[in-house]
């Protein structure tokens, strides 16, 4: 310890109550420094605020999948960024938030992986997805793609027609519909620790849908193979119904003749239908479906019949009454 | 350490340290907007960060004299008006991007939206609740209003928290586990106020629980608490000047023997 100074000027020393006012400023700076940081950390926790989006500008990790013809199918719409189609999904199984896909599903795990083919056909079978993907060849086809929630996209899929596959597996008569089902695998999909569905998802088809041109098997995305967070491996994708109808990580595929059970018509009846036919006409019970904010843009625009495939797919419908069966 | 004469501490940094900490959340949300950083659907990401902040700040204003009533804070109920006003400022821009930016001032569009959506209705009668509230959080509107009015009428701040709530829960598609978290704790507050409520109407005001002895005279408290004292301290001149009642409720929650079921 250094002895206090003898020779320092009297009019140096600092006043008393100045010293005690000084350690009092210091001490109410950290005090406040603290507060604010608490409070804006505190706010910025519950709010996820703070939180940073994971977002690629280019497909990086997946394989190419070169040589895609384009389809007479697909938009002239400009596809939406790669950046969003890969960060903004609703992807329960790996959480409710549409970040959470992003973050979280790469403990997903795609080869090997197996997926069943049931129900009323002649050739049932067990198949690897590799060989799945040697048997067709493989489109691409952009989409847009209305999402149940208001909003929309337009989407570069790889995939191939389901039909071609359900014409090979010889449906028998009593096939009317498709029912499928996805990956159930806590451990793989940490959301379906938690029942905010019940797990696993399944979805279904009427037989027809199932076998329109339009409706795809996707396996890919902007030239590749498709992200975990956008269902890999294996997803379907109908173009003029609402997103949930394209049900991810397909592990088996049964024809059925009852109509099978849909996962959110499960959970919620009179909010969402079997068919799930995008319908500005009919909205949502808590919102209105007659517009949507098509990602990347800042205005609304209006939600199309059918999603805008109504020349190719009304016909499926006729002598129905489509608010009935929404 | 400098204290008040009473004994409370000054406090001088706490206002100012609450109020910036709580711009913090609007500096980011503006910052990212303008660099295109708040993710696909940006005003999707606005609308809800600014709701939610709105219902935080609602709750937490009303967690302010429970805080008091459980742990005797009475720091909590100096930054209770502060906190209501922020979350009336954030209920406001989030209303504000529902109708400007997400429907664009399409006033058609927004009217059939509160006609038809009962979960557009609430969350717009949280939001009308909240108004008035704001309106009257000036020292002078209490002196106009008489404390006991200006008191049942701030009671209103609860249905709106109640609304709020329900904006919440009917807003998710099926994971409502945080909008429960916020009416869980919303619940929690109401139960402390009930009690309290209950136990003073018993005990007749003196309980301990109360914590009456270490909340300060008004004379103090005014220079002390800075501007918030002033509701009661007015309120108080006024009622002893109407019907010349007993001691004044003291300091900055003092109302409560008043009226007893807060």
């Known amino acids: 310890m250094a002895s206090p100074p ?16 000084r350690r009092e400023f210091i001490k109410n700076s950290l005090l406040f420094a603290a507060t604010t940081a608490g409070v804006a950390g505190s706010l910025l926790w519950l709010t996820k605020g703070g939180r940073a989006t994971n977002r690629a500008a280019a497909p990086s990790s997946e394989a190419a999948l070169p040589g895609m013809t384009p389809s007479l199918y697909s938009t002239d719409d400009p596809p939406t960024s790669f950046a969003d189609v890969t960060t903004y999904n609703n992807f329960y199984e790996f959480g409710t938030d549409k970040s959470d896909p992003a973050r979280l599903a790469h403990t997903l795990r795609t080869r090997p992986w197996m997926v069943t083919i049931d129900g009323e056909v002649r050739k049932p079978l067990v198949l690897d997805i590799d060989q799945l993907l040697r048997w067709f060849p493989l489109e691409e086809r952009i989409y847009r793609m209305r999402c149940v929630e208001a909003w929309s996209m337009v989407v570069p899929w790889i995939g191939f027609p389901l039909g071609d596959l359900i014409r090979r597996l010889e449906p028998t008569s009593h096939a009317r519909h498709v029912a499928f089902t996805s990956l159930l695998d806590p451990e793989q999909m940490p959301g379906q620790l938690r029942r905010v569905l019940p797990w696993p998802y399944v979805e279904g088809l009427r037989i027809d849908e199932a076998m329109h041109p339009l409706t795809i098997l996707a396996v890919g995305v902007y030239g590749r193979t498709l992200p975990n967070r956008n269902g890999a491996p294996l997803r379907l994708v109908v173009p003029w119904k609402y997103g949930f109808k394209g049900i991810k990580s397909i592990v088996k595929i049964t024809l059925t003749e009852e109509q099978p059970p849909t996962t959110w018509n499960v959970v919620a009846p009179h909010e969402y239908g ?10 949502h019970p808590r919102w209105s479906q007659a517009t949507e904010r098509q990602i990347g843009e800042l205005a609304r625009r209006p939600t199309l019949p059918f999603n805008g495939y109504t020349e190719q797919v009304a016909g499926l419908y006729t002598g129905m009454d489509l608010r009935r069966d929404f | 350490m400098q204290k008040a004469p009473n004994g409370t501490r000054p406090l001088l940094w706490l206002k100012p340290a609450v109020f910036l900490g709580s711009l913090v959340p609007l ?14 659907n940006p005003i ?18 009303l967690a302010c004299s429970p805080l008091k009533t459980l742990f005797g804070w009475t720091w909590a109920i100096r930054l209770r008006r502060m906190v209501g006003l922020f979350s009336f400022f954030y209920a406001l821009l989030h209303v504000g991007t529902y109708a400007g930016l997400d429907q664009f001032l399409d006033v058609r569009a927004v009217l059939l939206d509160l006609g038809k959506r009962r979960f557009i209705f609430v969350g717009f009668a949280a939001f009308a609740l909240l108004v008035p509230l704001a309106v ?22 609860y249905a709106a928290a109640i609304l709020a709530v329900i904006h919440f829960i009917w807003r998710v598609k099926s994971d409502v586990r945080e909008p429960t ?17 209950v136990r003073e109407h018993a005990t007749g005001g003196g309980s301990r629980w109360w914590r009456s002895g270490e909340m300060p005279e008004p004379s103090a408290a005014k220079s002390a608490l800075g501007g918030r004292a002033a509701i009661p301290a007015a309120a108080c001149v006024q009622s002893v000047s109407v019907r010349a009642a007993a001691p004044c409720p003291s300091g900055a929650g003092g109302g409560h023997r008043s009226t007893p079921s807060r």
């Open chain 1, 6 to 21: 003898q020779n320092v000027p009297a009019s140096e020393i600092t006043p008393e109550p100045l010293y005690w006012r």
């Open chain 2, 136 to 157: 009257t959080s000036m020292g002078a509107a209490v002196r106009r209003l008489g404390y006991a009015r200006w008191k049942r009428l701030h009671r209103l701040a």
């Open chain 1, 274 to 283: 079997f068919y799930a036919n995008v319908n500005p006409a009919v909205d």
């Open chain 2, 44 to 61: 999707a990401e606005a609308l809800n960060q600014l709701g939610l902040l709105a219902l935080i700040f609602l709750v937490a204003s």
């Open chain 2, 181 to 197: 978290t916020y009416a869980v704790v919303l619940g929690g507050l109401l139960l402390v106020r009930v009690v309290a409520g």
């Open chain 2, 27 to 40: 500096a980011l949300l503006v910052l990212r907007a303008s660099t295109g950083t708040l993710g696909a």
